[in-house]
C-alpha cells in the first residue's frame, strides 16, 4: 500500500459486537439452516440477531453478515412477509446500506481513494468482500454525481 495514512476502520468482529450492545440486541450464535443469519423485532421494540457459524466462511463473511442484520435492527427494516403493503426488497436496501457505511465510511473511503488504493487493497483495509467495495465505489460515485448536481449557492 502506498505510505499516505489512510483511517483504518478494519477491526474485527468485536467492534460490530459493540455496535449491537449499544443498541441492546442481542447476537445469538446458533444453527440457522434455513437462512445462515437473521434479524427480528418483538413487540417491545428489541431486536435479536442470529449467525448460523456452521455456515460462516470465515470472518469477512460474519462480519458482513452481522453487518446487515445490525442494520435492520438500527433502521427499523423489518418486513411482514403476510403484509401485501409490505416491501420486502426496500428493508434488504436499508439494511445493506446501513450495512455499507458501518463497514466502509464514506469519508474513510475518501481517504483511501485519496491515498490511490486500489480495491484489493480497500478490500484488505476495510475488512470486507470484493462486492461490498464495488457497492461503496459505486456509492461513492452516485454521492459525488449529487455534490456536483448541487447548486453552489447552497
Not at 483495509?125 to 462486492?131: A, K, N, P, T
Amino acid at each position: 500500500m502506498p505510505n499516505t495514512p489512510v483511517p483504518s476502520r478494519k477491526r474485527g468482529i468485536s467492534s460490530l459486537i459493540e455496535a449491537a450492545e449499544r443498541r441492546q440486541v442481542l447476537v445469538l450464535y446458533c444453527r440457522l439452516p434455513l437462512t445462515g443469519a437473521l434479524s427480528c423485532m418483538d413487540s417491545q421494540g428489541r431486536c435479536s440477531i442470529g449467525i448460523d457459524p456452521c455456515q460462516l466462511t470465515g470472518e469477512t463473511d460474519e462480519r458482513l453478515k452481522l453487518a446487515h442484520e445490525l442494520g435492520h435492527c438500527a433502521t427499523g427494516a423489518f418486513y411482514n412477509r403476510y403484509s401485501p403493503l409490505d416491501s420486502r426488497e426496500r428493508h434488504e436496501l436499508r439494511a445493506r446500506r446501513w450495512a455499507l457505511e458501518a463497514l466502509v465510511p464514506e469519508s474513510s473511503l475518501r481517504a483511501a481513494i485519496k491515498a490511490r488504493l486500489l480495491p484489493h487493497e480497500m478490500q484488505e483495509l476495510f475488512g470486507v468482500d470484493e462486492e461490498t467495495i464495488r457497492l461503496a465505489l459505486q456509492r461513492h460515485r452516485e454521492l459525488l454525481e449529487q455534490e456536483g448536481a448541487r447548486d453552489p449557492e447552497d
